[in-house]
Antibody, heavy 119, light 107 residues
């Protein structure tokens, strides 16, 4: 079971960006995928979750309207997207899978994607 | 929204010590509490879910307990590999709120 995230991204403010998280080794459609932000030197912040089976998506109030979470079931990949980046979006972004059982939390994590936004 | 607060922010301890980290929720969370370990430059590692259930492969020196609004992570005998930052997390189907973290340092 693995989540493989896309590589380092360097962008300018105002640019768009879409990073990815590809699941393998399990039935991708049946497990929620969460996105988590970690700004430099700071803690973990939950951004939102998506259920690949039906694309049901929920956002943390802190990130609602700031990012878009989506999924392409055909290639077992979840995405996190920005329409207009800001310097404050500079961070490490992790995807993580919610485990299969009722009380499971985030049991498998991607390796993280570094996003750097600078003019 | 339920808030989760960890204490202390930093804890200094020695190899072999027994340490307890605390996590408090702003309202009862009925056991929906997980703990993660993170080392610099690495993804978080799941340790405990449902307050006290160890993830597969986690050493038995780690244990979790609590109920309602107060939860703890205990490491019975600190090993060199345990020095890291620990996060608690309240979760349910649609919410995954993290605490601010406790950094466990070598004394």
């Amino acid at each position: 079971v693995q989540l493989l995230q896309s590589g380092i991204e360097v962008r300018k403010p105002g640019e768009s960006l879409k990073i990815s998280c590809k699941g393998s080794g399990y039935t991708f459609n049946n497990y929620w995928i969460a996105w988590v932000r970690q700004m430099p030197g700071k803690g973990l912040e939950w951004m939102g979750v998506i259920y690949p089976g039906d694309s049901d998506t929920r956002y943390s109030p802190s990130f609602q309207g700031q990012v878009t979470i989506s999924v392409d079931k055909s290639i077992a990949t979840a995405y996190l997207q920005w329409d207009s980046l800001r310097a404050s979006d500079t961070a490490m972004y992790y995807c993580a899978r919610r485990g299969p059982d009722y009380f499971d939390s985030l049991d498998v994590w991607g390796q993280g994607t570094t996003v750097a936004v600078s003019s | 929204d339920i808030q989760v607060t960890q204490s202390p922010s930093t804890l200094s301890a020695s190899i072999g010590d027994r340490v307890t980290l605390t996590c408090r929720a702003s309202q009862s969370i009925s056991g929906w509490l997980a703990w993660f370990q993170q080392k610099p430059g690495k993804a978080p590692k799941p340790l405990i879910y449902k307050t006290s259930s160890l993830e597969r492969g986690v050493p038995s020196r780690f244990s979790g307990s609590g109920s309602g609004t107060e939860f703890t992570l205990t490491i019975s005998s600190l090993q060199p590999d345990d020095f890291a930052t620990y996060y608690c997390q309240h979760y349910d189907t649609y919410v995954y709120t993290f605490g601010q973290g406790t950094k466990l340092e070598i004394k």
